[in-house]
């Protein structure tokens, strides 16, 4: 499975940022895909992650209310949308194929990042 990801830039405080990441390749409904970033001098940290079943949704509490996981099952495609970004957010964002608990499993697929950075 190979991610293609998109839509990270440059961004004032309280703005927001879509990012979309399309699957290519065998991938299964039975994994949950979604967000992971790593900040500079940071450990990786996840973000949001959407049922491909069903379409259930779990946030760190850290972005909750803030930023919506979604996805379309149609274009294989799962999208961050980023609301009341701080600059706390900056970071390069990476969406990964299968997760579990909020973990990715070893067995997954990782895209190339995308950098957000929040800043005046």
């Known amino acids: 499975v190979q991610l293609q990801a998109s839509g990270g830039g440059l961004v004032q405080p309280g703005g927001s940022l879509r990012l979309s990441c399309a699957a290519s390749?065998?991938?299964?409904?039975?994994?949950?895909r979604g967000w992971f970033r790593q900040a500079p001098g940071k450990e990786r940290e996840f973000v949001a992650s959407?049922?491909?079943?069903?379409?259930?949704?779990a946030y760190a509490d850290s972005v909750k209310g803030r930023f919506t996981v979604s996805r379309d099952t149609a274009k294989n495609t799962v999208y961050l949308q980023m609301n009341s970004l701080k600059p706390e957010d900056s970071a390069v964002y990476y969406c990964?194929?299968?997760?579990?608990?909020?973990?990715?499993?070893?067995?997954?697929?990782w895209g190339q990042g995308t950098q957000v950075t929040v800043s005046s």
């Open positions: 990964v194929y299968k997760i579990v608990r909020g973990s990715p499993l070893p067995s997954g697929s």
């Open positions: 390749g065998l991938t299964s409904s039975n994994y949950a």
């Open positions: 959407v049922s491909w079943r069903d379409g259930s949704t």
